[in-house]
């Protein structure tokens, strides 16, 4: 599939990501500014299309459908296709431990795991063997990649995913050296190399809290320290007191020349969220940023956490050439739809590699710090509606254009659900959806939105969930 000289890949024999053939469209209802098309029905019902029209909803420069969706629609024992990468997938290892697709209810260690919703058919599993080798036998990187080709050397794209995940809570954590809870997730990647091994501009993880406060050091915006038992983000920077520190349970502490908000008291639920990578003006990750992040961002949700369950999580990247830190790259992550809490921020270069190559790949999932002593209990999972799409001909600010059905009429309110559709033809006045799907999406009053490549998201009137299926 060609579109503005961008070659997709997907992978041979990839089925109908769709799962079903198009129903007909037979009744509309005025909703404020927008036409909402249903079933007879009048509702949306998991699996039927509907047409949103209206104006202001832009165009989609890259062709639709994504480049990846994957609903847990492949065999069990199998890999979507559209998945060109992923580990481990050795022969040499027990197959019982290699990444695939599990029927829902699978547990690799006997915890309960159970599926991002209830329209989840299979989830993703892999486990990270012990011992020695290669990745792919070793089992340190569980994950799986798309590759995809850059529009042109140099263009600049933005990138939107939205997938679940979990890690096993019978995972063994902090066996390794250093035993920092080192648990990458997601990596941009030059080359279409699954093991990291290629150029990367940086990779999304978790890491502990466990650095200490100290006195007289200058500290910048969202650093995160520990003091007295407690864990703090700092909203103001400067140097510390030359004693004490942050204490207490408040916000706007002050600490000498910083001022700094109560997080947790270092509990197990929560982890730093980083930036990683070779931080450099030529391929990686700036550190600091242009916010003066220093790798270390916001708190969020930790996998490994079983009350924490199955975590929705929804990257926007916005990729560019620039090698300056306000050139307009950023990374925003998202957790279980809140869109009023920024676990990232990441603002400076993000796609600055000089070699004249378009390759480049997305991986999910990776390096995993700790996989030895209780190897058979560290499994990873991921499942729900697995989206991986971006978008060309973009300026600064501007995202891939999506639509999202939610539960609440202000998109990503604290929590609120949204589920992103795709779309198959998208133009300013009307976009198609071939299958809604309903996720955690409860029945009742829906509300429609609009993401447009430019600009804030469209508020599209409401809609009647169905119930069932």
């Not at 706007?252 to 008291?265: A, E, K, V």
């Not at 999506?402 to 659900?417: D, E, L, M």
Request: glycine share 14%.
């Amino acid at each position: 599939m060609t579109a503005r000289g961008m070659n997709i890949r997907f992978g041979a024999g990839a089925p109908n990501i769709y799962g079903f053939d198009a129903l007909p469209l037979t009744s509309s209802a005025q909703v404020g500014n927008a036409t909402f098309q249903t079933l007879l029905s009048g509702q949306l019902i998991h699996g039927s299309p509907f047409t949103v029209t209206g104006s202001g909803f832009g165009t989609k420069l890259r062709a639709i459908p994504p480049i990846l969706v994957d609903r847990g629609g492949a065999p069990t024992g199998t890999m979507d296709s559209q998945w060109s990468l992923f580990l481990p997938n050795s022969a040499s290892i027990d197959q019982n431990f290699v990444i695939k697709n599990r029927d829902a209810g699978f547990s690799g260690s006997g915890a309960s795991i159970g599926t991002p919703d209830p329209y989840t058919p299979r989830i993703i599993a892999g486990c990270a063997t012990a011992g020695s080798g290669s990745d792919n036998t070793k089992g340190s990187n569980i994950c799986m990649g798309v590759p995809f080709d850059r529009s042109s050397v140099g263009a600049d794209y933005a990138l939107f995913y939205s997938g679940s995940l979990r890690a096993d809570p019978l995972w063994t954590p902090d066996v390794g050296s250093p035993n920092d809870n080192n648990f990458k997730t997601y990596c941009l990647n030059e080359t279409y190399d699954p093991f990291y091994h290629g150029t990367q501009f940086g990779y999304l993880n978790y890491t502990d809290n466990a650095f200490a406060w100290a006195p007289s050091t200058l500290y910048g915006l969202f650093d995160k320290r520990l003091n007295a038992g407690n864990s703090y983000t700092c909203t103001h920077g400067g140097t510390s007191a030359s004693s004490g520190g942050p204490t207490g349970t408040g916000t706007g502490i002050i600490d000498g020349g910083c001022i700094w908000d109560f997080l947790n008291t270092g509990t197990f639920a929560s982890r730093t969220f980083v930036t990683n990578g070779p931080h450099n003006t030529t391929g990686g990750f700036a550190s600091p940023d242009a916010n003066g992040h220093s790798s270390f961002y916001s708190q969020s949700l930790w996998p490994m956490y079983a009350p924490n369950g199955w975590i929705k999580q929804e990257i926007l990247m916005y990729c560019t050439a620039s090698t300056t830190l306000g050139g307009g790259g950023r990374i925003d992550v998202f957790e279980n739809c809140n869109r009023t809490a920024n676990i990232c921020g990441y603002r400076g270069y993000t796609d600055a590699y000089p070699a004249a190559t378009t390759n480049r790949a997305w991986l999910v999932g990776g390096y995993n710090r700790d996989y030895g002593a209780s190897a058979v209990n560290n499994w990873r999972y991921f499942g729900g509606n697995i989206i991986f799409d971006i978008e060309w001909g973009v300026s600064p600010g501007d995202q891939v254009p999506c639509v999202f059905i939610g539960n609440n009429p202000v998109f990503g309110a604290v929590g609120s659900i949204h589920e992103p559709q795709v779309a198959d033809t998208w133009t300013d006045g009307s976009i198609h959806i071939p299958f809604f799907w309903k996720g955690r999406l409860p029945a009742g009053t829906g509300y429609k939105f609009v993401q447009p490549r430019t600009g804030s998201v469209i508020s599209a009137g409401a809609v009647t969930i169905a119930a069932s299926p």
